[in-house]
């Protein structure tokens, strides 16, 4: 992985215009056949590496990999401080739409780094309530107090209590008026959220920051003069699958719920009884058996090169037990919990790993040819009650680069319907038990007068 995160072949990702529109940040630059990456960025003048130190230094509190373990990177370039934080045992879930950047999440997951396309637009982001111990924004041209404060009221949503938000922007250290302006605007707007400033400064290379907590209880909501934003009164749903922004406080989750979770590693294997839809036995019953089917199947029998495989997505993740398992090997999980099955995604993130909600009869949100490897589990089969499973296959087709792997374990029926369609886009497949089927992606594409 040390490889590919520092540069990556030119032809896989071939867009030369981030390299001379950040040519002076050392965003990417083009180095013969291959894109470099230096660790800079519009934040990070002397490096990422300066950056994180930085941060550790304004607020000692943060200690990375231990009680930091999921992060959110609004706005993340090229992921290089999403990368750098990999070596710290953070896994943080980066994202940015596709602007004028062009293809930076792309560039992100070439990279081997955790990202997908996304935006705070109009619709909640697909993540659950309470989700992250910190969220981070670096010139991330997000105007937080637009549309009445919506954007700025989602991140709320998304951060877990007693969390943290880290704005490095200008309005923090310059007070020209246009900063200032919205320095004022976020001053008004994070009181009226209960957000506290835990620390501000300014490091040596001009660059500034400022931290905010978000409150563990709701007495600061009642006390303040006047209730706006309002606070939700409903339960939450917790499934953000279309789902408007909302101009409201969420609710902060029952005083048993909200207490932050075990440091990590411990985290991915504990879990708290009030955890939504699992108990402590059923939790410790999943977790055993993926450690099982994961350790005797899938990395001793199956026909995967492992030590090929960098980015994966487990396509019905359940509680996340088979990212869990797979946590010492050096690649990463994009857990999925489709919107048509029991919604564990808020267990996932409280075990310290990330994942989206997804409707799998719908295109995923990311590039083709980005994932190495696809999982699913029991899931397949269920789909064709809702949709074509053609057309889920091909999606699975367009996501997965060349080479890449995809392994199912479901019914003998829905294996072999799976072999007639990926034989006809010419995969190899191998069966393994009458339960497990691997197929591997190759270089066919169809001639013109095939189509």
């Keep these: 992985m040390e490889l590919s995160f520092r540069k990556v072949w030119y032809n896989n990702v071939p867009h030369p215009k981030l390299v001379e529109y950040k040519k002076e940040q050392n965003w990417v630059k083009k180095d013969g056949e291959f894109l470099v990456f230096p660790g800079g ?32 990177d609004v706005g993340c370039g090229v992921a290089s401080f999403g990368g750098f934080l990999l070596d710290k045992d953070v896994i943080t879930m980066s994202f940015a739409p596709k602007d004028e950047h062009e293809a930076q999440i792309q560039f992100a997951l070439e990279r081997g780094i955790p990202a997908t396309l996304s935006v705070i637009g109009t619709q909640q982001l697909t993540f659950p309530s309470n989700a992250f111990d910190l969220i981070h924004c670096a010139r991330c041209r997000v105007h937080w107090d637009a549309d009445g404060g919506k954007p700025l009221l989602e991140l709320n949503r998304v951060l877990r209590p007693g969390g943290f938000f880290i704005w490095s922007a200008t309005p923090v250290y310059r007070d020209n008026d246009r900063d200032s302006k919205i320095w004022t605007a976020m001053v008004s707007l994070t009181k009226s959220i209960c957000w506290k400033v835990v620390a501000k ?30 606070l939700f009164v409903k339960e939450e749903a917790n ?4 789902a408007p922004l909302r101009q409201c406080i969420s609710k902060l989750p029952s005083r048993d719920v ?8 411990k985290r991915l294997v504990s879990v708290r009884p009030q955890s939504v839809l699992v108990d402590s036995k059923t939790f410790k019953k999943d977790t055993e058996k993926w450690s099982e089917i994961v350790s ?24 996340g037990g088979f990212a869990a398992a797979l946590i ?34 719908e295109s995923l949100n990311t590039y083709p040819r980005t994932y190495d490897l696809l999982h699913s589990s029991f899931y ?4 064709t009650q809702r949709c074509d499973i053609v057309q889920v296959v091909a999606e699975i087709d367009r996501v997965l680069r060349p080479g890449g792997y995809l392994v199912v374990q479901d ?7 799976l072999e007639s369609i990926l034989g006809s886009l010419h995969w190899s497949t191998k069966l393994y038990q009458d339960r497990f089927l691997v197929g591997r992606k190759g270089f066919w594409r169809p001639l013109k007068r095939e189509l």
Excluded at 296 to 319: C, H, I, K, P, Q
Excluded at 343 to 359: A, P
């Design 380 to 383: 397949l089969g269920d789909i």
């Design 328 to 361: 010492k090997r050096p690649l990463w999980v994009m857990n999925v919990v489709p919107v048509d099955k029991p919604n564990t995604l808020s267990v996932v993130f409280d075990r310290g790993l990330i994942g989206v909600y997804h409707d799998w009869c």
């Design 258 to 265: 909200q207490k932050w979770p075990e440091l990590w590693p």
């Design 201 to 230: 400064t300014v490091d040596s290379s001009g660059i500034g920051l400022v931290i905010y907590q978000k409150p563990t209880s709701e007495s600061c909501y009642k006390k303040r003069s006047t209730q706006e934003p309002p």
């Design 239 to 242: 499934a953000s699958w279309y």
């Design 411 to 417: 019914t003998m029926e829905t294996i072999k319907n």
């Design 41 to 72: 960025g519009t934040q990070f003048k002397y490096g990422v590496t300066h950056y994180v130190e930085f941060i550790e230094k304004a607020l000692p509190i943060i200690k990375w990999g231990k009680n930091i373990r999921v992060v959110l």
């Design 296 to 319: 005797d199947v899938y990395l001793e029998r199956l026909a995967v090169n492992w030590s090929s495989v960098r980015n994966v997505m487990d396509m019905n993740a359940g509680f």
